[in-house]
């Protein structure tokens, strides 16, 4: 656990400089929606500010229950309007598929997952996917997304028509 303390003493310094507290409801009425991968770092890459935008995250930055779960929440009680999904290259989820992941878990646990990994292997195709997973959810109060990929090598972001 030597890396937790040392997130924990990273904090006292963090804090120290803290800008203060700000309101609940994102400034910017944004909701992002990125995969958790590590070279990712959102608010750096995007200009964004504490405070400016909600930020939902898990492998692949696919459309989950949970995300969607997240976003409904974002939207109807914190004020977002726009979602941004950002995906990227070289990521996990194109290095397995489906079948094999859960091969590989069940192999290692004895327990065979019953969700989805939902690997992929075209980065566009399942930004593609994942917009249009948004524009047909029923529960959104807007249907605003606009989908990218990062490139983990330049640092740029490519929209996705
Ligand atoms: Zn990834």
Redesign the pocket.
């Known amino acids: 656990m030597a890396e937790i303390d040392r997130m924990l003493e990273a904090n006292k310094e963090w804090a120290s400089r803290f800008p203060g507290s700000k309101p609940v409801r994102p400034a910017r009425a944004v909701a992002v929606v990125a ?3 590590s070279r ?1 770092p959102l608010f750096g890459m995007l200009g964004l500010d504490i405070g400016d935008a909600h930020v939902i995250r898990n ?3 696919v459309i989950t229950e949970d995300t969607i779960r997240s976003l409904t929440v974002s939207q109807h009680l914190l004020g977002t309007r726009e979602i941004l999904l950002v ?2 290259t ?5 290095s397995t598929d489906d079948r094999s992941f859960a091969d590989r878990v069940e192999q290692a646990t004895g327990r065979r997952p019953f969700w989805s990994v939902q690997a992929f292997t075209d980065v566009d195709d399942d930004v593609r996917e994942s917009m249009k997973l948004i524009r047909d959810c029923p529960y959104l109060l807007s249907h605003k997304v606009r989908g990218t990929v990062y490139d983990v090598d330049t640092g740029q972001l490519r929209e996705v028509r």
């Open positions: 995969c958790m991968d990712m492998a692949g930055g995906h990227h070289e990521c996990g989820l194109q």
